[in-house]
């Protein structure tokens, strides 16, 4: 089966790291932990999620994280909105692009967003409209798309009529996300299929959380039927604050790492995205959960035992 020859990492560790942190990072740290990403060289960096303050406090600094990094590289910065204030605060900051929030179940949606998920959508309109005036772009999101923790598995014509929606708003990029980590290789094959057969003209990424240490398999069953946009966090930091027991996101050097001895190029400095990953460990070593931090890269070789050099 054909490979593509390279892929797009977006790196989440800003906000979808940083948000599953129990003890505050001071701005001046995120901003410095974040010029640091920007050097590894992504293209996309999503870093922060304009939300209100009481519902996500490590992120109530967005604004001042945005308007003080140091964007260079032509680095995307890329922001989640929940509602019309939180797009209002975003297009202010100056983020490039605002992903919208959105469960793939009822049940899921009720604990995220307050209401269904069919509501929820019918409130991006006025956010859609907004963004039309702005040099904001608009992209969706199908949080728990493999699996929800409430409902178990996500029928594909759930998520069909979804993509539909998305679709009459004039949205054709979209994330997946296995928000739960419950999504296995085959499912994505068949979901992604169907959803790509289904809206050839729709540009799909995904989201994946290595809850059952499945995040990479799944990432190469979305290479095999089409995808070259995946999100990942340093250190493997993260987890969805309205899922139970949602561990990180794949971690980035592992990704970078995989999809590099694949022969698929990432643009991404490996070295680079594990000396901050390293950082990070240190600072919050309960909730990173990376391989190559433990293992290091399968070019790190070691010296040969004593003696070895007179078998043979």
């Known amino acids: 089966m054909q490979m593509p020859g390279e892929v797009t990492i977006t790196e989440v560790c800003p906000r979808d790291g940083f948000q599953s942190l129990?003890?505050?990072i001071d701005s001046i740290d995120k901003i410095k932990i974040i010029n640091d990403i920007i050097d590894c060289g992504y293209k996309q960096i999503e870093v922060t999620s304009f939300v209100h303050p009481?519902?996500?406090?490590q992120l109530?600094?967005?604004?001042e994280v945005v308007t003080q990094i140091s964007r260079k590289n032509n680095v995307k910065l890329r922001a989640l909105v929940p509602n019309l204030r939180g797009l209002e605060r975003a297009i202010n900051a100056g983020v490039d692009k605002v992903k919208l929030m959105l469960s793939a179940t009822d049940s899921h949606s009720l604990s995220n967003a307050n209401c269904?998920?069919?509501?929820?959508?019918d409130g991006f309109v006025p956010l859609v409209e907004r963004a039309e005036d702005s040099q904001v772009a608009v992209s969706g999101?199908?949080?728990v798309a493999f699996g929800c923790p409430y409902e178990g598995l996500v029928p594909v014509d759930r998520l069909l009529m979804i993509c539909e929606k998305y679709l009459e708003l004039g949205i054709n990029d979209l994330s997946l996300a296995d928000t739960t980590g419950m999504g296995n290789p085959f499912q994505v094959q068949k979901v992604i299929g169907a959803l790509r057969r289904e809206f050839p003209e729709m540009r799909f990424s995904m989201h994946l959380h290595n809850t059952r240490g499945m995040a990479f398999a799944n990432a190469v069953a979305?290479?095999?039927v089409g995808v070259t946009d995946f999100d990942s966090s340093v250190a493997g930091l993260g987890g969805c604050p309205y899922a139970p027991n949602a561990s990180g996101n794949i971690a980035s050097e592992d990704l970078i790492h995989g999809f590099e001895e694949m022969g698929i190029k990432t643009g991404i400095d490996l070295d680079k995205v594990i000396s901050v990953a390293r950082s990070l460990e240190q600072q919050h070593k309960p909730y990173t959960n990376s391989f190559l931090l433990k293992a290091g890269k399968n070019s790190d070789l070691h010296i040969k035992p004593k003696g070895q050099e007179k078998l043979g």
């Open 222 to 224: 979305g290479l095999e």
């Open 54 to 57: 009481k519902a996500i406090p």
């Open 141 to 143: 999101s199908i949080s």
């Open 116 to 121: 269904k998920t069919v509501e929820a959508m």
């Open 60 to 63: 109530r600094d967005a604004e």
């Open 22 to 24: 129990p003890n505050s």
